[in-house]
């Protein structure tokens, strides 16, 4: 039997921890987060990426988000990008920002790129289950085409019926805005909120 987390703004510590373990053990969730909902799985681990791809209906070689609790949890993984950009970011995360950086080596979430979409979430209990499992995958619930999944009903019935999930109702958010960094200059591939938009901008401005 699939297994159903319901949560109110945050799971308990005992949830936390049994959706740590299921994601570790090599599963895929659906799960909410700071924008939407969205499917889960550890970024390191080939065959779980492998069956998130399958999900989706992916091109194959089309790269995932992936979020981290900390910038350490990035260098860790393989980022390699100028100090003074992960100080900028540092200084906006946790946001709903998601920014492309180079990679020293491709990573299964990665799909072969030498950079990687990256993100971390503003919303606590989803950065300590993070902090846990290690970087995660994120991807939006709906197949590549359909619209965003705002809650576990709305996903598709096949998938529904084959995925872990947790459970938090409505969500109501947009998708994060996207900044490629890895360019001469930054360039947002997708604006979110014009006010953080601008935030972001000024950030940007003062320490490059």
């Known amino acids: 039997m699939n297994k159903r987390w319901h949560i109110d703004d945050a799971p308990s510590a005992d949830q936390l921890e049994e959706i740590a373990e299921t994601l570790r053990s090599g599963a895929v969730l659906l799960m909410p987060t700071d924008t939407i909902y969205g499917l889960h799985a550890v970024a390191a681990q080939e065959e779980a990426v492998a069956r998130i791809v399958k999900m989706k209906g ?11 609790s900390a910038v350490g949890q990035l260098t860790d993984l393989g980022i390699d990008a100028d100090p003074e950009i992960l100080r900028a970011l540092t200084s906006i995360w946790p946001a709903p920002l998601t920014a492309i950086l180079p990679l020293r080596r491709p990573l299964p979430a990665s799909r072969g790129a030498s950079t990687l979409a990256v993100r971390i979430p503003d919303l606590d209990w989803l950065r300590e289950l993070v902090a846990r499992t290690g970087p995660l995958v994120s991807t939006s619930a709906n197949r590549s085409g359909e619209p965003a999944v705002d809650r576990p009903s709305a996903l598709a019935a096949e998938l529904f019926e084959r995925l872990d999930l947790v459970d938090g109702g409505v969500r109501a958010g947009e998708p994060s805005a996207i900044l490629d960094l890895t360019g001469v200059e930054p360039r947002f591939i997708r604006e979110g909120d014009p006010v953080f938009t601008q935030k972001v901008w000024k950030t940007l401005r003062k320490t490059l």
Request: charged share 25%; hydrophobic share 45%.
């Open 58 to 68: 992916r091109g194959e070689t089309k790269p995932f988000i992936v979020l981290a």
